[in-house]
């Protein structure tokens, strides 16, 4: 059985730093990342990262976020810098066998967690 525990989401001034981590059990997956979904918008994808360490990042994010993953831990990390409001929402992690464009294979989905970029 799949699980994935997320944590590290939490209220930020703008301009700060919050790192997300998410553990998962059950399998090992080959992509690994993070997407969001702000009040009234649609999930959109933030970033992934491949076994052997290839990203991808929402062009919104790119300079600003850095996702990386323990295999050995079957744990992948968001670090998340220089925060702003729009970056509120509440952040999910996917993991999944394989991604091909935007479409993911045997993908699972965290439980979200809320991060709240506000002075």
């Known amino acids: 059985q799949v699980q994935l525990v997320e944590s590290g989401g939490g209220l930020v001034q703008p301009g700060g730093s919050l790192r997300l981590s998410c553990a998962a059990s059950?399998?090992?997956?080959?992509?690994m990342g993070w997407y969001r979904q702000a009040p009234g918008k649609q999930r959109d994808m933030v970033a992934y990262?491949?076994?052997?360490?290839?990203?991808n990042y929402a062009d919104s994010v790119k300079g600003r976020f850095t996702i990386s993953r323990d295999n050995a831990k079957n744990t992948v990390y968001l670090q998340m810098n220089s925060l702003k409001p729009e970056d509120t929402a509440v952040y999910y992690c996917?993991?999944?066998?394989?991604?091909?464009?935007?479409?993911?294979?045997?993908?699972?989905w965290g439980q979200g967690t809320q991060v709240t970029v506000s002075s």
């Open positions: 990262i491949l076994s052997g360490g290839n990203t």
């Open positions: 059950g399998s090992i997956f080959n992509v």
């Open positions: 996917r993991v999944g066998r394989g991604v091909v464009r935007s479409t993911w294979s045997g993908a699972y």
